[in-house]
């Protein structure tokens, strides 16, 4: 039975309806150092691993569908290599954007949770309760990373037919932006690698307000599911 794309086409005559998503927002697909629980961050930037590649395929077999035309993408290898197999089958264009990059993790990049529980105790709490107060020892405070997201969405010119793949944090950002949640609300959810995240972005008085219209859309991705809680988050 074939899947019903209609009510997320991105095609003219859903266009003609207003009832479309702007942005389709990605987390990439899983990476070598995900399946190891370290922390990649900017500096251990790992590529796909098998299975990764396979949801990457699967994604740009799902996104053909919806007509994708453009894609931005975090300029780490493994967003990129995600970007990639989805360009490569719907034949569009990929630009790279510094502003959807993921946190700069600092000393914790290349580490392994269970090192960071054991060597960082308080601010692993804090970062798993309260991740709004963060401050990452040799990197940034998460607000930075709130900051940039803001100007990316902002700023970024961002079409009916684009697609934005990026990481965990970003994408979450994304989500409480939309649902008016603060910081502290980054894990009510959980984000799969290579799953769909629909939003549209309404213009009111010169600002722009996020909407999510669907969240965690993972159709395409049967038995090819990531065991996340192998995943340093």
Same mark, same amino acid.
């Given at each position: @039975? #074939?899947?019903? %794309?209609?009510?997320?086409?991105?095609?003219? *005559?859903?266009?003609?309806? +207003?009832?479309?998503?702007?942005?389709? $927002?990605?987390?990439?697909?899983?990476?070598?150092?995900?399946?190891? +629980?370290?922390?990649?961050?900017?500096?251990?930037?790992?590529?796909?691993?098998?299975?990764?590649?396979?949801?990457?395929?699967?994604?740009?077999?799902?996104?053909?569908?919806?007509?994708?035309?453009?894609?931005?993408?975090? /300029?780490?290898?493994?967003?990129?290599?995600?970007?990639?197999?989805?360009?490569?089958?719907?034949?569009?264009?990929? *630009?790279?954007?510094? %502003? !959807?990059?993921?946190?700069?993790?600092?000393?914790?990049?290349?580490?392994?949770?269970?090192?960071?529980? &054991?060597?960082?105790?308080?601010?692993?709490?804090?970062?798993?309760?309260?991740? +709004?107060?963060?401050?990452? /020892?040799?990197? *940034? $405070?998460?607000? #930075?990373?709130?900051?940039?997201?803001?100007?990316?969405?902002?700023?970024?010119?961002?079409?009916?037919?684009?697609?934005?793949?990026?990481?965990?944090? !970003?994408?979450?950002? @994304? !989500?409480?932006? $939309?649902?008016?949640?603060?910081?502290?609300?980054?894990? &009510?959810?959980?984000?799969?690698? $290579?799953?769909?995240?629909?939003?549209?972005?309404?213009?009111?008085? +010169?600002?722009?307000?996020?909407?999510?219209?669907?969240?965690?859309?993972?159709?395409?991705?049967?038995?090819?599911?990531?065991?996340?809680?192998?995943?340093?988050?």
């Amino acid at each position: @039975m #074939e899947e019903d %794309l209609t009510e997320f086409s991105v095609t003219t *005559e859903r266009r003609e309806t +207003g009832i479309i998503p702007k942005i389709i $927002a990605v987390r990439h697909a899983e990476s070598v150092a995900n399946t190891q +629980g370290i922390y990649q961050g900017r500096s251990y930037d790992t590529d796909l691993s098998p299975l990764g590649k396979k949801q990457a395929q699967a994604l740009a077999k799902r996104l053909k569908k919806l007509g994708i035309r453009k894609i931005i993408t975090s /300029p780490l290898r493994r967003t990129y290599q995600t970007a990639f197999e989805v360009s490569s089958l719907c034949d569009c264009p990929i *630009e790279v954007s510094e %502003l !959807i990059v993921e946190t700069h993790h600092g000393i914790w990049e290349g580490k392994n949770k269970d090192w960071i529980k &054991k060597n960082y105790p308080k601010i692993y709490k804090t970062w798993l309760t309260k991740p +709004g107060s963060v401050i990452f /020892p040799e990197g *940034e $405070a998460f607000t #930075e990373t709130l900051k940039r997201v803001q100007t990316f969405l902002e700023k970024e010119k961002l079409s009916n037919d684009t697609l934005v793949v990026t990481h965990d944090n !970003i994408v979450r950002i @994304m !989500i409480t932006l $939309a649902n008016g949640w603060t910081l502290d609300d980054l894990w &009510k959810h959980h984000i799969e690698p $290579a799953a769909l995240n629909f939003f549209e972005i309404n213009s009111i008085n +010169g600002n722009h307000r996020l909407n999510l219209l669907k969240l965690n859309d993972n159709a395409h991705l049967k038995g090819l599911h990531a065991d996340l809680s192998k995943h340093a988050l």
